[in-house]
């Protein structure tokens, strides 16, 4: 059987290319994490600050603040010094951050009011990495996210915690393990989280690909036994 040169070079490119991206939901409501609950108000009345409608207030508003809510649409990074104690190494060695953490457990949806509390999600990139991670929050009241210790955004308004209030363009993920560090505010009157994280996971169809290599070295062989004319 004659395998042509032009369907060998077909044969061996789709087996060296044939990765797929599948999108994928990587965090949700279900998602266990390691969970603080031992910060409580440490950080109530810290970070100065002045909100998108020009009031003066805090990144962490003291104990019942709910007649004026602040509205922060992209915060800043905080300062956390003041709950150093219960957070630990939480953004620099979040596998072993220390200070108030639990091991791996269900995140509540709600904690205690006038409160803050810190999530770790530990994100699988695998062997080739994750593409287009987005991250869509919902809280009552404010969130702070950062990834792999990096600060990336969050933000602070009146009302519920609604889907897809808040989006996150996380990008690509590296290989191997990261860490997705959320800290969750609350100020009065109640409290509530909403989490959907997805990206693109690069995956090599191995069955596929390994036919196809397959095909191609068994038209190279062939190619080299077919004498001369």
């Known amino acids: 059987m004659y395998f042509p040169k032009q369907l060998f070079g077909i044969a061996l490119a789709l087996a060296l290319s044939s990765g797929v991206a599948h999108a994928a939901t990587l965090i949700d409501n279900t998602t266990q994490g390691f969970y603080n609950s031992g910060i409580g108000t440490a950080l109530n009345g810290t970070n100065p600050a002045v909100d998108d409608n020009l009031v003066n207030t805090f990144l962490f508003p003291n104990n019942n603040s709910s007649p004026n809510d602040p509205t922060f649409a992209n915060l800043t990074e905080p300062d956390l010094s003041a709950a150093s104690g219960a957070l630990g190494s939480w953004l620099t060695t979040p596998a072993t951050p220390g200070g108030s953490w639990t091991g791996l457990q269900n995140i ?96 090599i169809p191995l069955p596929a690909a390994g036919w196809l290599m397959i095909a191609a070295f068994g038209g190279f062989a062939v190619l080299r036994r077919r004498p001369a004319t």
Request: hydrophobic share 40%; no cysteine.
């Open 108 to 203: 509540p949806g709600n904690w205690a009011v006038n409160s803050e509390t810190a999530i770790i999600y530990e994100l699988d990139g695998g062997v080739s990495g994750l593409s287009n991670v987005i991250a869509s929050l919902g809280v009552d009241n404010g969130i702070f996210v950062w990834l792999n210790g990096t600060f990336v955004g969050g933000g602070m308004a009146p009302g519920g915690a609604v889907p897809n209030e808040y989006s996150l363009n996380l990008g690509n993920l590296a290989a191997g393990q990261n860490f997705l560090q959320i800290l969750r505010e609350d100020h009065g009157g109640g409290t509530g989280y909403d989490i959907l994280v997805t990206g693109d996971v690069n995956v």
